[in-house]
């Protein structure tokens, strides 16, 4: 008994290490802005990353929207949630969602991140009815980008 009460208290402090990591760094992000002619705010190894990822830069550019709130009904129920990165081209008709996770392990929860990324690309379809909804997953872990939806 004493061993699972170890184990179980390892994977709850785990837990709340990663929670407080993934908190501290949502509050980095969100300061990040790289401009057109390369300037950047924000910190800097991040930014680094960030710049030398594929396909990231544009969700951290002056046009992106940081922390966005949506609200609407699904399934017949009131929900409230909050877009980390949003990019809307009104040209092109295209709304790009992103979420950022710090998993180490890609595949663990995957899936539930996908119906997450779905419900916020549900709620906008309401709002932009006309346009086309791309989600994507950073993974903070490698600063890899995953197009989901």
Wanted: charged share 25%; with cysteine; proline share 3%.
């Amino acid at each position: 008994m004493t061993s699972n009460l170890r184990n179980l208290l390892s994977a709850t402090q785990q837990f709340e290490f990663a929670t407080s990591a993934g908190r501290a760094l949502h509050k980095k992000m969100q300061k990040i802005v790289i401009y057109p002619n390369g300037d950047t705010c924000g910190d800097r190894e991040l930014v680094a990353k960030i710049k030398s990822a594929p396909g990231i830069a544009d969700f951290f550019s002056p046009h992106a929207r940081t922390e966005i709130p949506i609200a609407g009904m699904l399934n017949k129920k009131f929900v409230s949630r909050r877009i980390d990165r949003i990019i809307v081209d009104n040209d092109k008709n295209i709304v790009k969602i992103m979420d950022y996770k710090t998993d180490l392990n890609h595949e663990l929860m995957r899936n539930m991140y996908i119906s997450q990324l779905s419900e916020y690309a549900q709620l906008l379809r309401d709002i932009y009815p006309n346009h086309t909804i791309h989600g994507y997953i950073l993974w903070t872990s490698d600063f890899t980008l995953d197009q989901v939806i």
